[in-house]
């Protein structure tokens, strides 16, 4: 049985980018609970909550930890984007 093209990541905050490679699979937390990306996953957009975990070779490869983020699939793509929050805080008036 072939290999499925594996997902290329990028995970990104507000000062640069913190992961990125291609993994197996993807598991994070959304509103409704625990959920799991695979290889041609539908194209699919998520708020995800308590961090991501990633995989490559059936193995856990890294382990990210975050309040909130978002995240995006498209094409074995995937994007996920943390500290959003600061860019939609307005700074203190003096």
């Known amino acids: 049985m072939a290999e499925l093209t594996p997902i290329h990541i990028k995970v990104r905050n507000t000062e640069g980018v913190l992961f990125e490679g291609d993994v197996d699979r993807i598991t994070s937390y959304n509103e409704i609970g625990q959920f799991d990306i695979y290889p041609m996953h539908a194209n699919f957009i998520s708020i995800i ?5 990633l995989f490559r070779h059936h193995q856990k490869l890294q382990d ?3 309040d909130q983020a978002v995240l995006k699939i498209k094409k074995d793509n995937a994007g996920i984007f943390l500290g959003l929050e600061e860019l939609l805080v307005e700074p203190e008036k003096e």
């Open 49 to 53: 909550k308590k961090g991501l975990i």
């Open 64 to 66: 990210i930890k975050f």
